[in-house]
């Protein structure tokens, strides 16, 4: 018998699917598949989303209902990705010092 031979429970793996974790990666927020939904209280600020949402190629499910709380925390998640942050490569020993002073970087600011 191999190694790789499976000896845990068949239904053990297949928790990860039922316990809401999104396995589905190809079907991304705002498509026909999986559109945003927007609660918002008035018309104006309705008409304000669909113009973005129109802009930008978003599909929204929106529901205007005063009594409830304006929900658009889906849909700012969309327009408010977080950048990605870069560092400046350090010089490696051998190379120029980047302060200019024509030496090699192990031999100045190192």
């Known amino acids: 018998m191999s190694k790789l031979f499976f000896k ?14 999104n396995v589905n990666r190809v079907v991304k927020a705002g498509t026909k598949a999986a559109p945003v939904t927007v ?3 008035t018309d104006e600020r309705k008409a304000e989303i669909e113009a973005l949402a129109a802009e930008h ?9 005063a009594d409830q709380a304006e929900n658009t925390v889906e849909f700012d998640a ?4 977080p950048k990605t942050t870069t560092f400046d490569k350090t010089p490696n020993r051998n190379d120029p010092c980047s302060c200019g002073s024509g030496k090699k970087y192990k031999k100045c600011c190192a």
């Open 8 to 21: 845990g429970r068949i239904d053990a793996r297949q928790n990860h699917v039922l316990a809401g974790y």
């Open 57 to 65: 190629s978003i599909v929204i499910d929106m529901v205007v209902d």
């Open 78 to 81: 969309l327009f408010n990705k």
């Open 39 to 41: 609660i918002v209280n």
